[in-house]
């Protein structure tokens, strides 16, 4: 019921590692400076053809800026143009010339190993990178580099250098691609979990990290996991859908009392938290929350609910002042609501208090006319027949209720009982 589909997990893909490509700060010296007339209109131009898709064109102004300044900035830049329509040869021809078999700027042998990997060159760029993480020491190389060992099926290599990583800076983004690979590729998916378990216990458990584990928690279709992490991820982002999943969950594991609690806290569901109450016989903040409900969305089934909760939750059903507040909400309640279960329950007290007897046996007929069947609105009728001294209709509407499922209730037995009992003294009158 509650298996989800798993997030999309796969093996990492390198769209957009142009722009992952960390970079570091440029110096301060010359970088503001003009090195040339017409540099200021040229970056117009090359700025421009990058906002039209133009990278052909970006490319070749941005390299004709770094060849006239010098500045590294530009042949970025340029490179950048070149790996956004996959000119990957043209990329490595540039850093080969440049370089010549170093690897003195980190951020030309990155761009180079993109090339390499978006040319499927997986061995070629896990050597350049694997240099490269010696002398950098850097959490975004150990993370291409990993992806590459992935590429390369090598997953034990991948999981190496993720924690290399990890440990750093304990970055998320880390964490999660290294518990997809150890849950999809090396089936570890205890570790896994384990993972993203101790570092939402020691570092919290953020969006990304809480669901992920709801992902992998679905597809093990483990409730108890689910639930733990959607309690998790409402806490970060009170999200209206959550607290639905969270309640569902709590409904069919039948754990009501967890249930309300949540609800309660966080007041995501007042007319759930309201069937609730009702359900456990919790009538004072049932009165108090249909009340609130009423006040709220004016709606009149909230009305004919506190009427019931407010009689329901009284010590003493008989105060005059109860009795004066409840039938004025049910009087309100009858005009827009044809609704049989405030028809009766109305009427009854009309009956049962001998507030209005004959008023009340009027609202109990309307509501056996929407439910003839009903035992308790039936119980309702006899017993204000026999208010009104008509003990042989209301002897005769008792039995049928008795008989049918009225005998282990006490009050129809007791309304039974007093019926009977009028019944013999009208029979012994007439003798």
């Excluded at 999660?176 to 896994?192: F, G």
């Excluded at 597809?219 to 859908?241: C, F, P, T, V």
């Excluded at 009538?283 to 909760?309: N, R, V, W």
Aim: aromatic content about 10%; proline content about 1%.
């Amino acid at each position: 019921m509650f298996k989800l589909s798993i997030f999309l997990i796969s093996v990492f893909v390198f769209s957009g590692c142009v722009s992952q490509i960390p970079v570091e700060p440029e110096q301060k010296s010359d970088a503001n400076q003009k090195s040339f007339e017409q540099e200021d209109t040229m970056i117009l131009f090359a700025l421009r053809a990058e906002q039209l898709k133009d990278y052909e064109s970006a490319s070749e102004l941005f390299y004709n800026l770094y060849e006239k300044s010098d500045k590294k900035e530009y042949l970025y830049r340029s490179l950048q143009s070149d790996l956004a329509v996959s000119n990957n040869e043209r990329v490595i021809k540039k850093v080969d010339d440049i370089l010549k078999g170093s690897q003195d700027d980190y951020i030309l042998v990155r761009m180079k190993a993109v090339s390499l990997i978006q040319m499927q060159k997986y061995e070629e760029a896990k050597n350049i990178l694997s240099k490269l993480v010696e002398k950098s020491n850097l959490v975004d190389d150990y993370i291409m580099l990993s992806d590459v060992y992935v590429k390369l099926d090598k997953f034990d290599m991948a999981i190496k250098y993720l924690e290399s990583a990890y440990v750093q800076d304990y970055s998320e983004k880390v964490l999660d691609r290294m518990s997809i690979v150890l849950y999809v590729n090396l089936q570890r998916k205890k570790d896994a979990i384990a993972q993203l378990e101790t570092h939402a216990r020691v570092h919290g458990c953020s969006e990304l990290i809480c669901t992920r584990l709801l992902a992998f928690y679905s597809n093990d279709n483990n409730i108890d996991g689910i639930l733990s992490a959607y309690l998790r991820l409402y806490k970060i982002n009170s999200n209206e859908d959550v607290a639905k999943k969270i309640v569902q969950i709590y409904s069919y594991k039948r754990e009501y009392l967890q249930m309300m609690n949540f609800l309660e806290e966080s007041g995501s569901d007042d007319a759930t938290l309201l069937q609730l109450y009702s359900n456990t016989k919790n009538y004072k903040k049932a009165f108090s929350l249909s009340d609130k409900l009423y006040a709220t969305t004016g709606e009149i089934e909230y009305l004919g609910q506190s009427a019931i909760f407010e009689y329901e939750s009284a010590k003493n059903k008989s105060d005059k002042e109860l009795l004066k507040r409840v039938t004025k909400k049910f009087e309100n309640v009858v005009k827009d609501s044809k609704n049989p279960l405030y028809l009766n329950y109305f009427g009854f007290i009309l009956i049962d208090h001998d507030i209005d007897v004959n008023k009340g046996v009027m609202h109990v007929q309307e509501a056996l006319k929407i439910e003839p069947d009903s035992i308790y609105y039936q119980d309702s009728l006899a017993w204000g027949y026999y208010k009104l001294g008509r003990c042989e209709e209301a002897s005769s509407i008792m039995n049928r209720v008795i008989k049918k499922e009225g005998e282990n209730d006490p009050e129809v037995l007791l309304h039974g009982q007093e019926i009977e009992k009028c019944l013999k003294i009208n029979t012994e009158a007439k003798k």
